[in-house]
């Protein structure tokens, strides 16, 4: 399913780009992911004895599946609230870099900035990846809209998943958990590759997966972001010394 062209009558109201918003899960591989890894966060909720209730409201407000298990796990250990809430928060920096990179896809000169609050909460990695494929086809007053359908679709596919995965969870073993939950980091590092255009995107990747062994063998507990600021520092300055040859 294509998307109408940028100067097509389908784009004139706000409804129908959140709808075509909506239709275009069906267009991403990571609609499926998310669906196979918010089975395994459903599981863990009821393993760990939470209600379905609050497992669908962990989606709903936090939307983030490495947060959420962040949240399940370090609650369901007996860590008091203010302890989960700040490592929840801790594990939501790595989202500030693509909120920032998207929302000046959607803005306008008349945008107000309340109107960017819904699409900030709703971008998490699947978003970012998917807003940069599909907002250059879609007309920048319509943006906001778009996007809005495309995360409201995301994120009832993954209540869906939740509530499936709850009643299923005395039928997933531990193993087949892991392995669920495993496949999110490889369909976002396949994302990534496959989206990565520019000389830079494809530096920081590589030095990225280079760089993380040596990390972790530092044993500090911050590994993936060690690797990852030294791998975009060299990638930034690779870009830079491009652009100033050039």
Not at 166 to 172: G, I, K
Request: glycine content about 6%.
């Amino acid at each position: 399913m294509a998307l109408p062209p940028l100067d097509s009558p389908q784009w004139q109201s706000s409804w129908r780009a959140f709808a075509w918003g909506l239709r275009s899960i069906t267009q991403t591989i990571l609609t499926i992911v998310l669906f196979v890894t918010y089975l395994g966060i459903g599981a863990l909720a009821h393993d760990t004895h939470f209600s379905l209730l609050w497992a669908l409201a962990s989606t709903l407000f936090v939307w983030a599946g490495p947060a959420q298990i962040i949240l399940i796990t370090t609650l369901g250990s007996g860590a008091t609230i203010i302890q989960s809430a700040i490592a929840v928060t801790v594990s939501a920096i790595r989202l500030f870099p693509m909120v920032v990179s998207v929302l000046p896809l959607m803005r306008t000169p008349t945008t107000k900035r309340r109107e960017l609050i819904f699409a900030a909460h709703l971008t998490a990695v699947t978003l970012w990846v998917e807003c940069h494929r599909f907002l250059p086809q879609v007309p920048r007053e319509r943006r906001i809209a778009f996007v809005h359908g495309l995360g409201c679709g995301l994120v009832s596919v993954c209540l869906c998943a939740n509530t499936v995965g709850y009643f299923l969870a005395a039928n997933l073993t531990q193993t087949l958990g892991a392995a669920i939950l495993l496949l999110t980091p490889l369909s976002f590092l396949f994302s990534t590759a496959r989206n990565s255009r520019e000389v830079a995107d494809i530096v920081a990747l590589g030095l990225g997966i280079l760089l993380y062994p040596l990390a972790a063998k530092m044993n500090s507990g911050l590994d993936i972001l060690v690797s990852g600021v030294v791998a975009g520092t060299i990638a930034y300055g690779v870009h830079w010394w491009r652009e100033v040859r050039a």
